[in-house]
């Protein structure tokens, strides 16, 4: 986030990149050669400065070249990014790896960089033909966009779908354990445990997505890190008593399948990073400071894709709630809940995330939400039975009559309610979304002051985090 803001000040102020480049790389050169405890900070600033030059040269580009085709009619041919979703009769979808064709009926034929969220007009009958990964060729009015996104495309026209180059096998499975699933379930429930299980996000209705956004429980709507992360720890003390070799091949490879099938995003890149690491250091009996981890982490996918920092909210608040989990909840955990209830160690991972987004997510969105932490009690503990049962009852309707398959599937269908009504029952309340957006300034000084309360809270209470394990 603030590598964002550094490369749009200096864009807005005019400086140089060169003004920059000279005292990154004497920062750099100071914290390689000095000795001193102050390098760490000084290798991290000296990092910035050069990144901001980086940065600051791509949003050049990026917008520049956006800029200049907002308010045309533009033809383009590019790749679908993620599930397509149907909200009123809009079929909505996000674009990358995007090639421009025509601009107001003037040939082109020019790559862009950069990301649009585009609508197709007649959704309702386009519903099902699209899938992620498939490349197609739209029209329509180019208008500003929001957030990660350069551009988008509102009520474009569908001009042509190349199916040929969709690599997505497992979306097939998926868009068939979704079949099954429907045959025992309503709407809403079916599409909530796909959500949960596989990560398809295509039938979540718009009133779901209201009502988990609302109750702050996004981040159990669709498979995630979170996801991910119990599915290893489940997998791994399966078969971790038989032999350690076994529990690390058989992890690894659910963590494969499983990122296969949910497809890229911030989020799933972190987790599977973190699951992997984790899983290395705890088969050769080692230990990984999580400090350590959440920058190693952070560096690896900055530097297999640079633009992130500049330019992806969700790479931050992804990272910023993962070091709420693995850095300031145990510290919480052992000041409060030192005989160990789940419940409340459910509530403080749920509070230390929190507080760690919230300032992100008031300053690009605009809005705080002071329910997540209730609704996140209520329904956590039972996500990973209610991910068990869902899928069993996706495999009960792939092979037993519909009318035993109905009874098998009656527990997963009681816990989906539940997380329904929860999410419902948040979203209604007075407090779920108020409208508050800081300033830069106020965020870094929350985020410099909350790091130095958390020193002074780990000096206090001594915690070891080297004990400390993800996946275990």
């Not at 003037?106 to 862009?112: A, C, D, L, M, S």
């Not at 250091?281 to 640079?306: D, K, N, Q």
């Not at 030192?338 to 300053?363: C, D, F, H």
């Amino acid at each position: 986030m603030l590598g964002i803001e550094l490369c749009r000040w200096s864009v807005w102020r005019g400086i140089a990149p060169t003004c920059l480049i000279l005292p990154g790389v004497l920062l750099l050169v100071i914290s390689v050669i000095s000795r001193a405890k102050i390098i760490i900070p000084m290798a991290v600033f000296g990092g910035l400065l050069l990144g901001v030059v980086r940065g600051r040269a791509a949003i050049v580009l990026t917008e520049t070249a956006w800029q200049k085709v907002v308010g045309d009619t533009v033809m383009m041919t590019a790749t679908i990014d993620d599930d397509p979703t149907l909200n009123k009769n809009n079929l909505t979808m996000p674009l990358d790896n995007i090639e421009i064709n025509r601009i107001d009926n003037q040939e082109v034929n020019r790559p862009i960089s950069g990301k649009i969220w585009a609508s197709l007009k007649d959704g309702a009958k386009l519903s099902g033909k699209l899938k992620r990964y498939d490349r197609i060729t739209i029209t329509g009015l180019v208008d500003s966009g929001f957030g990660s996104y350069n551009a988008t495309m509102a009520r474009a026209t569908l001009n042509k779908i190349e199916r040929g180059v969709s690599v997505d096998p497992l979306g097939r499975l998926r868009g068939w354990f979704g079949a099954q699933l429907s045959k025992v379930m309503n709407a809403d429930e079916a599409a909530l445990g796909m959500g949960l299980v596989a990560g398809q996000k295509a039938n979540l209705s718009s009133q779901m997505k209201q009502a988990f956004t609302g109750a702050s429980l996004t981040h159990i709507l669709v498979a995630s890190g979170y996801n991910l992360t119990i599915l290893v720890r489940f997998c791994r003390r399966l078969f971790a008593k038989k032999s350690r070799l076994i529990a690390l091949i058989s992890s690894l490879t659910l963590i494969l399948l499983f990122s296969l099938m949910v497809g890229d995003s911030a989020s799933m890149n972190r987790a599977v990073l973190v699951s992997v690491l984790s899983l290395l250091t705890w088969y050769v009996g080692r230990s990984i400071h999580p400090v350590v981890l959440l920058l190693l982490t952070s560096a690896i996918t900055a530097m297999v894709e640079p633009s992130v920092i500049f330019g992806d909210v969700g790479w931050y608040l992804s990272f910023f709630s993962f070091a709420g989990v693995i850095i300031l909840a145990p510290l919480l955990n052992d000041l409060i809940n030192k005989r160990g209830n789940s419940l409340m160690q459910i509530m403080l991972e749920t509070l230390a995330a929190t507080l760690l987004t919230v300032p992100i997510v008031a300053y690009f969105m605009g809005t705080v939400s002071l329910v997540g932490i209730i609704t996140s009690v209520l329904v956590l503990p039972i996500i990973p039975l209610t991910m068990a049962l869902a899928f069993l009852a996706g495999l009960a309707a792939s092979v037993l009559p519909v009318a035993v398959a109905d009874i098998l599937a009656l527990p997963a269908k009681l816990l989906l309610d539940y997380i329904i009504l929860v999410a419902k029952w948040g979203a209604s309340l007075p407090l779920s979304s108020i409208e508050y957006q800081p300033s830069l300034s106020f965020v870094i000084i929350y985020y410099l002051v909350f790091t130095i309360g958390v020193i002074i809270l780990w000096r206090t209470i001594k915690h070891n985090f080297r004990g400390d394990n993800v996946v275990e």
